[in-house]
């Protein structure tokens, strides 16, 4: 499978732990995008990287999310002292990030509850 | 911010009609967009994308128009069929490093 993939698919933790996603995107693309997707809601942007560089991070994002992506290939993302308004699904998506056309592969995602 | 909202969060058709979706944007600096559909369970899928130098592109079943005078946007799904049913988002983007979902259309196929 050449896809986007994501792990764990599912995590369920409790207050105040801290979580790790991995998300790997398709080999040749340099651009990479977490969002957060609660239900009945479309996909919130969260952060983008272009390779190695952390480019964008959205203004609503706590201090307690961060996330790498060391070697320009795959990412983490990480919630530290997790909260039971972090419940949703994590998706990450990957882009070529040349030519005119930004279509971005979604992966499966995560879904983190947070009892 | 930017927005990006859908006018009707559920629509059905029967299968074999045409199925139209709306969009609106408030972004006038947005120059691309795209629609995606999610299934279930899954993460969205790449159905159409449009730049801001064309009121109109085709694909296969799909229409996507864009009016960037009232700021708005619609997919178009002809013969609609029951593997389409789903919730369709609308995103936008300047620069390509983010982008803005709306909250999605559900989209049901009544066989």
């Known amino acids: 499978d050449t896809g986007v993939s994501q792990d764990p698919r599912h995590k369920i933790t409790k207050r105040g732990q801290n979580v790790t996603f991995r998300c790997d995107p398709i080999?040749?693309?340099?651009?990479l995008y977490w969002y957060r997707q609660t239900l009945g809601q479309g996909p919130e942007f969260l952060t983008y990287?272009?390779?190695?560089?952390?480019?964008?991070k959205s203004r609503l994002l706590s201090d307690r999310f961060s996330a790498e992506r060391p070697k320009g290939s795959f990412s983490t993302l990480e919630i530290q002292r997790t909260e039971q308004g972090d419940s949703a699904m994590y998706l990450c998506?990957?882009?070529?990030?040349?030519?005119?056309?930004?279509?971005?592969?979604f992966g499966p995602g995560t879904r983190l509850t947070v009892t | 911010g930017e927005s990006v909202g859908l006018h009707l969060p559920t629509l059905s058709v029967q299968e074999g009609d045409n199925s139209i979706i709306n969009c609106a944007y408030s972004n006038s600096a947005s120059d691309y967009f795209i629609w995606y559909k999610q299934e279930s369970g899954k993460g969205p899928q790449f159905i159409i994308d449009i730049r801001s130098n064309m009121d109109k592109r085709q694909g296969q079943r799909v229409t996507v128009l864009l009016n960037k005078t009232v700021k708005h946007l619609s997919l178009q799904i002809a013969a609609t069929q029951p593997g389409d049913s789903a919730v369709y988002f609308c995103a936008e983007t300047g620069t390509g490093n983010q982008f803005y979902f709306g909250t999605g259309t559900s989209l049901t196929v009544i066989p």
């Open positions: 998506a990957s882009s070529h990030g040349t030519g005119s056309s930004y279509e971005q592969y």
């Open positions: 990287f272009q390779n190695e560089a952390q480019l964008e």
């Open positions: 080999s040749e693309h340099n651009r």
